[in-house]
């Protein structure tokens, strides 16, 4: 009866058209099935080779739904060239950074940056099964406003993507150490001549890894995903205005997607736990 479950599930979750609520309704049926599979599941989903852990809360919606953040997939894939220079800053087990290299066939040279030690095994896992992404290149570092050395918080299995860096040190079991660079400086070195498009997921230390990369987004001026998260802001001391300000006077435009639609982004509702930022750099003077 599990097994059975099980398929409906799967069928349900890729086969029939997204709705509002339909991750609601996975994981209701997920319930009634007992549970997620343990382990890891191989699948093939927007165009890439994956091994997925179905504990996770990212790799279960794209095990079962076929897409992580639909609306912000869906636009991103449409809008990525196959010449582009992409910097995944959070890369997670490598979503983003993976669907625009399949979207791209593998031409987009694309940065994938994440600190953590299970999620950067996942990343390197999954990239070894798409031997065609040539040009994805996996990078166990965190971005930040400076290069040294920081302690990060290991995330619940639940949602490894969580974990976060510690500014005033961490030791123990709770924590691993982790390199830090920033994007001014992984540029200098690796002499990156363009910079397109840049997402920025980080669990709160995104105005830290913006002003890590300011003088490389001055001279690119790339488009930019960005994770505004409230809660997880206030952990580093800044607020959402605070950072949505900065991004303005960075020289860009800020939107979000209702549905697949661009709209003006002024600032976060109550019912908001987070939202991506679209943010389009102004024509240059």
Known sequence: MKDILQKIVLFYGN?????????????????????????????RRRGVEWELNLAGLVERSLYYLGVYEVHESVYI???????????????????????????????????????SSLLYAALVRNRALNPSFEQLHTWKLALSDRVGQVALERAPEINLGLGRIQLEGGTGEAFEQVETVTLDQFARDQQLERVDFMKIDVEGAEALVLSGAEETIRRFRPQMMIEINPEALEAFGTRAEVLLSRIRELGYTLHCLEGRHLIPLNGLSEEDDYVNAICLPKPRA
């Not at 582009?84 to 040279?109: E, K, M, P």
């Open 15 to 43: 086969v029939l058209p997204y709705h509002r609520g339909k991750w609601r309704v996975v994981e209701r049926l997920l319930a009634v099935a007992g549970g997620a599979p343990e382990g890891l599941r191989c699948a």
């Open 77 to 115: 894939e449409s809008q990525v060239q196959a010449d582009w220079v992409i910097c995944d800053i959070g890369a997670n087990f490598g979503y983003y950074a993976h669907i625009l290299s399949a979207a791209t066939q593998g031409q987009a040279r694309v940065h994938a940056f994440e600190p």
